[in-house]
C-alpha cells in the first residue's frame, strides 16, 4: 500500500513568490493536514482538511491556504513568499472516524528554501 | 492553554541500554497520545500510542506510560539500538476535530 505522497521533494524560490505544495493520503484516508517544520523545531500546525472543508487552522497569516480536491488529495499554497517560511512542510492523513481522532500517517515533506 | 513540552533536547545513551524519554503536558482534557520517530530527511514516523483510558501501552520493544495525575508521558526503548537515533516527538490531541499538537522534539543519539 502506497504512503502519503508529496510533491515536490525540495523547492527553492524568492521572496515575494508564490508556491503550491501538493499531497496524495494513503487510499481510504479522508483528512488531510498540513504541518510546518522548521529547522531544529518542532511541527506547527497548519490545515486540517476532511471531505473537502476545512475542519481547523493554526495560527498562521492568511496567505497560507489550501484546499482538498473530491479525490481527497490536497494542496497547500503560500503566496508572498518570506524568509522565515523556509521550512520542511509535512503533509499527513488519516482516516476520518468521525468521534475520535486517529493516529497520523506523515508524507516526507516538502522542503522549501525562499532566498 | 495546551502545550506539549520535552524535558530534555537530547539524550545519549550506550548501545544495549533502557532509554526513556519524557514529556509533559499541560491539558488535563486531552484523551490521546502518540509518540512519532524522525529520521533525518523524512517524515515522522509512528511509534506507538495511548489513550487516556489507559496508563500503559506496549509494543514491540516499546512502552509509553500515561500518567493522568501529573500529565506526563513517557516512551521506554529496550535495548536501545544504532537504529533507533532520530528526534523523538511526543504529540497529544483531544476530542474530535481537534488538532494533534507535537511537542519540540527530543534527540536520541545511540553510542555504540
Known amino acids: 500500500e502506497a504512503g502519503v505522497t508529496q510533491s515536490p521533494t525540495h523547492l527553492i524560490k524568492t521572496r515575494g513568490q508564490q508556491v503550491t505544495l501538493r499531497c496524495s493520503p494513503i487510499s481510504g484516508h479522508t483528512s488531510v493536514y498540513w504541518y510546518q517544520q522548521a529547522l531544529g523545531l518542532g511541527l506547527q500546525f497548519l490545515l486540517w482538511?476532511?471531505?473537502?472543508?476545512?475542519?481547523n487552522r493554526g495560527n498562521f497569516p492568511p496567505r497560507f491556504s489550501g484546499r482538498q480536491f473530491p479525490n481527497y488529495s490536497s494542496e497547500l499554497n503560500v503566496n508572498a513568499l518570506e524568509l522565515e517560511d523556509s521550512a520542511l512542510y509535512l503533509c499527513?492523513?488519516?482516516?476520518?472516524?468521525?468521534?475520535?481522532?486517529?493516529?497520523?500517517?506523515f508524507g516526507s515533506g516538502t522542503q522549501l528554501s525562499v532566498l | 492553554g495546551e502545550s506539549v513540552g520535552l524535558h530534555l533536547p537530547t539524550l545519549s545513551v550506550q548501545e544495549g541500554d533502557n532509554s526513556i524519554i519524557n514529556c509533559a503536558y499541560s491539558?488535563?482534557?486531552?484523551?490521546?497520545f502518540i509518540w512519532y520517530k524522525q529520521e533525518s530527511g523524512k517524515g515522522p514516523q509512528f511509534i506507538i500510542d495511548i489513550r487516556s483510558n489507559m496508563d500503559k501501552r506496549q509494543g514491540q520493544r516499546v512502552t509509553v506510560l500515561l500518567n493522568k495525575t501529573v500529565k506526563h508521558l513517557s516512551l521506554q526503548i529496550a535495548a536501545t539500538q544504532p537504529g533507533d537515533s532520530a528526534v523523538y516527538f511526543c504529540a497529544e490531541t483531544y476530542g474530535a476535530n481537534s488538532k494533534l499538537t507535537f511537542g519540540k522534539g527530543i534527540t536520541l543519539s545511540v553510542r555504540p
Open positions: 491539558n488535563s482534557a486531552s484523551d490521546y
Open positions: 482538511y476532511d471531505e473537502g472543508e476545512e475542519r
Open positions: 499527513a492523513s488519516s482516516p476520518w472516524v468521525g468521534s475520535t481522532n486517529e493516529k497520523l500517517f
